[in-house]
């Protein structure tokens, strides 16, 4: 009983620095964050930081592996698990993944910032992302495809066509901090008309 609530208690300081070194991060980036700043906005001391984790590389990967795990468990309860036809499905999953990216800077940050690239765990948690992202809307492809509503005869290719087309379209997004949700909204439904119905008359 004692062990179950000391554990209990070193789970719940090791979220406490998580989500604090979230914060931390987001505001200095990766590289300029240091181990100092962390246990100053926790409150804690440096060496009690270095307890709960060996270096800033660890902290950061929990704090990249807990904004991936909100983004899939947000785009399975308004997307994946959700009885709305394909092209719905599609315009959602393009929204929500755009709309959480530009709110989790150190996602965003660990897929994009080459210096990042060096860290072993970047690369793993990029290719983990980039196939669970095209096997998704594959899925949703060939749900579009049995209905009746999409004429593709290549839903892999056309997955992967569309998470590059996502990739740098997010770029430009993301980037413009004039954007607010509602102008998101619009610019996506222009560009997936686009997408759906093409520019010919």
């Known amino acids: 009983m004692i062990k179950e609530h000391i554990?209990?208690?070193q789970k719940s300081i090791k979220n406490k620095i998580v989500v604090i070194a979230s914060s931390v991060f987001s505001?200095?980036?990766?590289?300029?964050?240091?181990?100092?700043?962390?246990?100053?906005?926790a409150g804690m001391g440096k060496s009690s930081i270095y307890y709960y984790f060996k270096s800033k590389e660890e902290i950061f990967e929990a704090v990249v592996k807990k904004e991936a795990?909100?983004?899939?468990?947000?785009?399975?309860k308004k997307v994946i698990?959700?009885?709305?036809?394909?092209?719905?499905?599609?315009r959602n999953y393009v929204f929500i993944r755009m709309k959480y990216l530009k709110e989790m800077v150190n996602f965003y940050e660990a897929l994009k910032n080459d210096y990042l690239a060096n860290l072993a765990f970047t690369e793993r948690i990029r290719k983990k992302y980039d196939k669970e992202e095209q096997q998704t809307?594959?899925?949703i492809l060939e749900d579009g495809v049995n209905q009746g509503i999409f004429n593709l005869t290549n839903t892999k290719f056309a997955a992967m066509a569309l998470v590059t087309f996502l990739k740098g379209l997010e770029t430009t997004m993301i980037i413009d901090q004039e954007i607010d949700m509602k102008g998101l909204e619009r610019n996506l439904d222009d560009i997936l008309h686009i997408l759906?119905?093409?520019m010919i008359k």
């Open 27 to 41: 505001r200095f980036g990766f590289k300029k964050a240091t181990m100092d700043d962390i246990a100053k906005a």
């Open 196 to 198: 759906f119905y093409g």
């Open 7 to 9: 554990l209990k208690k």
């Open 81 to 90: 698990n959700v009885n709305d036809n394909p092209k719905d499905k599609i």
């Open 69 to 76: 795990h909100a983004l899939s468990l947000e785009l399975e």
């Open 137 to 139: 809307i594959k899925n």
